[in-house]
C-alpha cells in the first residue's frame, strides 16, 4: 500500500519559516520527482514549486526567492522550505509525488493529504 503523509504545516507570523514534508511510503517505489502547490478555498490550486528527475528547479514568481523545493531520494522525502512567510502565503499546501516503480519500471504519481499554512501579519 502506498501513503504520502504531509506534515509541517502550522501558524507562523510574517516573516517567520515552516518547512514542509512529504513522506513516501510504498514497497519497491523510488522517489523521482516532487511538486508542490497551493490552494486558498474557493480559488484554484496553483503551483508553486517543482522539481524535476533531472534536478532543474522551478518556482512560482510569488515565491522565487523565498521557497525551496528539495528531495531525499534515500528516505523518499521531499522537502519545501519556506522562508520569509507572508499573509498571501496562508494556503492549503499540497504535494505531488513523482515515482518510479523498481520491478515494472513504470512512472506513478501521488498526492500528499494537504497540509495547512497560515501565516498571521
Known amino acids: 500500500q502506498v501513503q504520502v503523509v504531509a506534515s509541517g504545516g502550522g501558524s507562523v507570523q510574517a516573516g517567520g519559516s515552516l518547512r514542509l514534508s512529504c513522506l513516501l511510503s510504498?514497497?519497491?517505489?523510488?522517489?523521482?520527482?516532487a511538486d508542490w502547490y497551493r490552494q486558498v478555498k474557493g480559488k484554484e490550486r496553483e503551483l508553486v514549486a517543482a522539481?524535476?528527475?533531472?534536478?532543474?528547479?522551478n518556482y512560482a514568481d510569488s515565491v522565487q526567492g523565498r521557497f525551496t523545493v528539495s528531495t531525499d531520494s534515500a528516505k523518499n522525502t521531499a522537502f519545501l522550505q519556506m522562508n520569509s512567510l507572508k499573509p498571501e502565503d496562508t494556503a492549503a499546501y499540497y504535494c505531488?509525488?513523482?515515482?518510479?516503480?523498481?520491478?515494472?519500471?513504470?512512472?506513478?504519481?501521488?498526492w500528499g493529504q494537504g497540509t495547512q499554512v497560515t501565516v498571521s501579519s
Open positions: 522539481t524535476a528527475s533531472d534536478g532543474d528547479l
Open positions: 505531488k509525488l513523482s515515482t518510479l516503480s523498481v520491478s515494472d519500471r513504470r512512472k506513478y504519481e501521488y
Open positions: 510504498g514497497r519497491g517505489l523510488r522517489l523521482t520527482a
